[in-house]
């Protein structure tokens, strides 16, 4: 499963940075496909970060009620 924890975790690392650039190219930070895109990199790489950590997998079948 750390397999695909680091998949995301690539993933919004490059979405981040081509907000970054795309911030760049336009000049501003305030155009909705950047936010846009700054934000789902923000959430993938949080997403990720908590995936690895200990005991995720017992919050999210607590949350799934899979217990």
């Known amino acids: 499963m ?13 979405v981040t940075v081509g907000a970054g650039i795309q911030a760049f190219k336009v000049g501003t930070l305030f155009k ?16 990720s ?5 200990p005991g995720s997998s017992e919050i999210i079948a607590d949350l799934l009620k899979l217990n």
């Open 2 to 14: 750390g397999f695909y924890y680091f998949i995301i975790l690539f993933i919004g690392i490059f």
């Open 32 to 47: 909705k496909k950047v936010i846009f895109l700054g934000i789902v990199g923000i959430l993938l790489i949080g997403s």
């Open 49 to 53: 970060i908590f995936l690895f950590t």
